[in-house]
């Protein structure tokens, strides 16, 4: 499957972002999907995650409450909405599928999803 991920861009503290990923050559909702991040000078960060059963994982940390993931099955697209965003959230973002035999314990860790966007960049100046 590929991802194409976009929608990123340059935002002010407190202002909405969504990010999408389109899938082609396979269909979305077989596959368990997420978003990771990564900040300069940083390791690639788990954000959220979709199982395959429509189950909805967050980061323990800031992102609850703020970002949503979701996705279209008829546009076989992920989305990230993203709130109330803040400095901290500026990074790369990615989309990513894995296989959807991945159980929960292990959906936060990136080394459990085969296929990557190229991913996109989000900027929140304060």
């Known amino acids: 499957v590929q991802l194409q991920a976009s929608g990123g861009g340059l935002v002010q503290a407190g202002g909405s972002l969504r990010l999408s990923c389109v899938a082609s050559g396979g269909t979305l909702s077989t596959y368990n999907m997420a978003w990771f991040r990564q900040a300069p000078g940083k390791e690639r960060d788990f954000v959220a995650a979709?199982?395959?059963?429509?189950?909805?994982?967050y980061s323990a940390d800031s992102v609850k409450g703020r970002f949503t993931i979701s996705r279209d099955r008829a546009k076989n697209t992920l989305y990230l909405q993203m709130n109330n965003l803040e400095p901290e959230d500026t990074a790369v973002y990615y989309c990513?599928?894995?296989?959807?035999?991945?159980?929960?314990?292990?959906?936060?860790?990136?080394?459990?999803?085969?296929?990557w966007g190229q991913g996109t960049q989000v900027t929140v100046s304060s």
């Open positions: 979709l199982r395959f059963s429509g189950a909805t994982y």
């Open positions: 990513a599928a894995g296989s959807k035999t991945t159980i929960s314990m292990y959906i936060s860790n990136l080394h459990k999803y085969d296929y």
